[in-house]
């Protein structure tokens, strides 16, 4: 049975960790081998199991394993060539040894190194069910897009590896004073980069792998739950659910009463806003959501009649239609309004825009020279027409 895939993302503080576990524990409860990972860098799954959580999948209850993915141990094994070179270029131009440190690691590659561990977690195969506490949304949908840029990589840079070390390394000595990567660095980057799509096809599996986005009744976190919904989609990653964590309930008394009723405007809202998804709840508990019995409490309190294991929503990702007329491309794009999308061609891929997130769709080689000619956005799905050049007139 392949490894089914339950990832938890939504902005800081709304209890992402706290649902992430208590889902865990309930699978496991179920008989399945369950492993919860955190790539979070706050490292407070431990503290809401209530036990130690190592860097390796520890024993934490029956059929369940706890792992907070270190970002140091990661960078070590998939950047350690790469960064040794570049603190080294960094250090014989007159940086500090220790500036030169922090910049040989680029902005979110230690958060990135940790997603790339749940492809050889889901490939080992010794669990039935991985649940993950992602970073916060921002930090998640960033990471997003660098299987775009693998790509690039992969296909521009790599065959032209022998031009690179053979033609400008003596340019590169003589005029700019630097060293460029030898071999072992170029081949490190390029083991990254195909770890890195080999990532966007576990994230894009929808039979196996679902997001979850969790929010509270709060309008400013709906609305970035809201965009992240979009983003999502336009990445080809499934979202199955939505959790509306910390609502307050009917008994909460006067103090709290009108807190409570804002919560009901903004939950009716989210439910209108993100049909047909399920939209699973948690009360505001009387106290702090750690250790086994209240994560136990939260797993009852959400999924009653619902196994979480499952895939709770399935619906339109992507598609692509080819006949002799030309191709049709389906993109969900959720909650987007038309003025928020754009489309172009660049070479061979189709740029798509939605909000400010871009996302670029590589178009296979029998059509990769067709050219948008009609899209129409509709109950949130982006429908582009794609026709082959026109015949160039005999006359």
Not at 119 to 136: M, Q, S, T
Request: glycine share 6%.
């Amino acid at each position: 049975m392949a490894t089914r895939i339950v990832l938890y993302t939504g902005k800081g503080g709304v209890g992402k960790t706290s649902v992430a576990a208590a889902t865990a524990r309930r699978i496991a409860a179920s008989g399945l081998r369950v492993l919860v990972v955190s790539t979070d860098p706050a490292h407070s799954l431990a503290d809401v199991l209530g036990a130690e959580v190592g860097a390796d999948p520890t024993p934490v209850a029956p059929d369940l394993e706890a792992l907070q993915l270190d970002d140091r141990s990661e960078l070590t094994r998939h950047w350690s060539a790469v960064r040794d070179w570049a603190s080294r270029t960094l250090v014989g131009r007159g940086v500090d040894r220790i500036s030169a440190e922090e910049l040989s690691v680029p902005p979110g590659l230690e958060e990135l190194l940790s997603l790339l561990r749940l492809v050889e977690l889901r490939d080992a195969g010794d669990h039935d069910v991985i649940v993950v506490d992602c970073a916060p949304t921002a930090e998640t949908l960033r990471l997003l897009s660098f299987p775009d840029l693998a790509h690039w990589w992969l296909s521009r840079v790599v065959p032209r590896q022998e031009d690179l070390l053979g033609t400008v390394r003596p340019l590169a000595r003589a005029v700019l004073d630097i060293t460029l990567p030898d071999r072992t660095v170029l081949d490190e980057v390029a083991r990254m980069m195909e770890s890195l799509l080999a990532m966007r096809e576990l994230f894009v599996d929808r039979e196996h792998v679902s997001m979850r986005l969790v929010t509270t009744a709060d309008r400013v976190v709906v609305e970035e739950a809201r965009r992240t919904y979009t983003a999502l989609g336009l990445h080809g990653v499934a979202t199955d659910a939505v959790i509306v964590n910390r609502l307050f309930p009917e008994d909460v008394g006067p103090y709290f009463a009108g807190w409570r009723d804002q919560q009901q405007e903004e939950l009716r809202g989210i439910e209108d806003a993100f049909a047909p998804l399920p939209i699973l709840q948690a009360p505001y508990f009387d106290r702090e959501v750690v250790g086994t019995d209240a994560l136990d409490r939260l797993g009852d309190a959400l999924y009653a009649g619902v196994h979480p294991e499952d895939v709770l929503h399935v619906g339109l990702s992507r598609e692509l239609e080819v006949d002799e007329d030309g191709a049709r491309l389906r993109i969900a794009v959720p909650l987007a309004d038309r003025e928020d999308v754009s489309l172009r061609r660049a070479g061979d891929e189709l740029v798509v825009e939605v909000g400010g997130r871009r996302r670029a769709v590589l178009l296979p080689p029998a059509i990769a020279h067709y050219r948008p000619t009609g899209a129409s956005l509709r109950d949130g799905v982006l429908d582009v027409t794609l026709s082959p050049p026109a015949a160039p007139d005999p006359a």
